[in-house]
């Protein structure tokens, strides 16, 4: 009896055992099929980066694409022959440090630099291409662009406050060149009230590059409602804001060539001379600062003359209309030209002691109408009017810009 239920034992282990392993082929072959269809290649900058052995490195500081070159094992006279080829497609000096490329190799047992990757800023990669014959190209990314309005209350600085509101904080600086003859920005009120309507960049429909322009602002500033819009008027060389009325927002003239100064001398009929030791007129203002200090230009206009005298050492001369017409005298240096036209803000020179000066200054003359005045008596226009013929124009181009703007501040107000 044992020996038959022994064999009997035997043999039902047998039959078990080969149908585990029948049942069991397909399940592993299924599951090497199921693996091997999850290894999908990955694909970037147009090459399947499974192909490749990857490195990914950063322009160091005093790199170039001959240095970097010679690390994976080309030689002079091959970098020579390179460049050469990609010359036309490809600008070497461009290649700035911090910017990342990737080198594709080849999978050998000593791999070979087949292709590599620049990409110098978020817009797009160049191809150093080493196959079969070298060549070079760029590729941009699609860019588009999205407007987006938005409105807050101050809370804490305007930078933080528009931060909040998810827009780029940086946008308050050029807010606060645009709006500083109208809003100061040192003096908001927790709970002031702003709106802003820009273009943002973007590259694929989702990745954010930055902010392209700004198409408005509005800030409620001691109780009144200031709006302002960018427009380049056909006789402008640069964009200005213009409130809602066409009105230009900064004011004709800066009240000083200065940024950092202070007073020593007042325009005077009669005044005793430093340096001549005897009383006579003063026909400007003097802005005494350090050496080297920059001299901006307090309004647009064309220089007019430039050069040197015995008393008012390296001076500059700029007529800004039919009407009125400045000059910056005792200059360490000149930094523009006869003929060349310049912008309110502008940098024209450097504080000196050029000419008849005790000190560092820089002597602020003005003329009206061919005489020359007190600047800080007068009482200048506040801006400079729009063309008449433009003015359709611009508030065609703003009404769906402030509509968007007060919508918005509705919105979120009300």
């Not at 020579?80 to 080198?103: E, Q, Y």
Request: charged letters at 25%; one cysteine or more.
């Amino acid at each position: 009896m044992k020996f038959y239920q022994l064999i009997l034992s035997l043999t039902v282990f047998s039959i078990l055992f080969a149908c585990n392993k029948k049942d069991s082929e397909p399940e592993f072959a299924e599951v090497a099929v199921k693996n091997k269809e999850e290894v999908k290649p990955e694909f970037a900058y147009g090459f399947s980066l499974n192909e490749y052995h990857i490195e990914r490195d950063t322009v160091e500081r005093g790199d170039n694409l001959s240095l970097i070159l010679a690390r994976h094992n080309y030689d002079a006279t091959e970098i020579h022959d390179i460049v050469s080829k990609i010359k036309d497609s490809f600008d070497v000096r461009k290649i700035k440090a911090g910017k990342t490329f990737t080198l594709l190799k080849s999978k050998e047992a000593i791999p070979k630099l087949e292709i590599l990757i620049y990409e110098p800023d978020k817009m797009g990669f160049q191809v150093i291409d080493f196959r079969d014959s070298i060549h070079a190209y760029t590729v941009n990314y699609p860019v588009s662009y999205k407007v987006k309005t938005i409105a807050g209350e101050i809370d804490g600085s305007l930078t933080e406050s528009i931060q909040k509101e998810g827009l780029d904080p940086g946008l308050a600086t050029a807010l606060s060149k645009q709006f500083a003859w109208t809003v100061d920005f040192f003096k908001f009120k927790q709970g002031d009230k702003f709106a802003l309507s820009v273009r943002e960049k973007y590259i694929n429909d989702s990745i954010y590059v930055g902010t392209e322009e700004i198409l408005g602002a509005y800030f409620n500033y001691n109780d009144k409602d200031v709006y302002g819009f960018p427009f380049k008027q056909n006789n402008q060389n640069t964009v200005s804001f213009y409130d809602e009325n066409g009105k230009q927002m900064r004011t004709m003239f800066l009240k000083s060539p200065l940024k950092y100064f202070r007073i020593t001398s007042k325009f005077s009929k009669r005044r005793f001379h430093p340096v001549q030791k005897r009383f006579k007129a003063h026909n400007g203002t003097d802005y005494a600062a350090p050496h080297g200090t920059p001299i901006m230009t307090t309004a647009a206009g064309v220089v007019i003359q430039t050069g040197y005298t015995s008393g008012n050492g390296n001076f500059v001369k700029i007529r800004h209309n039919r009407t009125y017409t400045t000059q910056y005298l005792h200059m360490s240096k000149i930094l523009v030209r006869r003929g060349q036209r310049v912008q309110q803000g502008q940098v024209i020179g450097k504080v000196g002691s050029t000419g008849l000066a005790t000190g560092p200054h820089v002597c602020y003359r003005f003329w009206k109408n061919g005489v020359q005045v007190d600047p800080l008596k007068q009482k200048l226009p506040t801006s400079l009017e729009m063309d008449k013929k433009e003015l359709p124009v611009y508030l065609s181009q703003i009404k769906p810009v402030k509509k968007a703007i007060d919508d918005k501040i509705l919105e979120k107000f009300d």
